[in-house]
């Protein structure tokens, strides 16, 4: 079982930035992928940004250019760094963590909100 706590949201002027960060932590063995998802209410869970064990990343469309995800595999840390804020990133940015073996696990979300 992975547990993740995310850290970081809050409330950012447009054109900010704000550092998501992720701790995962409970047997976590072999390659895996961490990343995060975001869900604005009213509309479907999105991709934002993924990270695999060994480097390769996924970003959403709407986040491209302005994210960026790393990660820290000794801490088994990943981050979100997120410059050039708009309103419409206003969500709840939710850990993921993929084990490739059948589980997936997510945080509890941790909430961003852009003002205009």
């Known amino acids: 079982q992975v547990q993740l706590v995310e850290s970081g949201g809050g409330l950012v002027q447009a054109g900010g930035s704000l550092r998501l960060s992720c701790a995962a932590s409970g047997g976590i063995v072999g390659s895996n992928a961490m990343g995060w998802y975001r869900q604005a209410p009213g509309k479907q869970r999105e991709l934002v940004a993924i990270?695999?064990?060994?480097?390769?990343?996924n970003y959403g469309d709407s986040v491209k250019g302005r994210f960026t995800i790393s990660r820290d595999g000794a801490k088994n840390m990943v981050y979100l760094q997120m410059n050039s804020l708009k309103p419409e990133d206003t969500a709840v940015y939710y850990c993921?963590?993929?084990?490739?073996?059948?589980?997936?696990?997510w945080g509890p979300g941790t909430q961003v909100t852009v003002s205009s």
């Open positions: 990270i695999s064990t060994g480097g390769p990343r």
């Open positions: 993921y963590f993929n084990t490739y073996r059948g589980s997936i696990y």
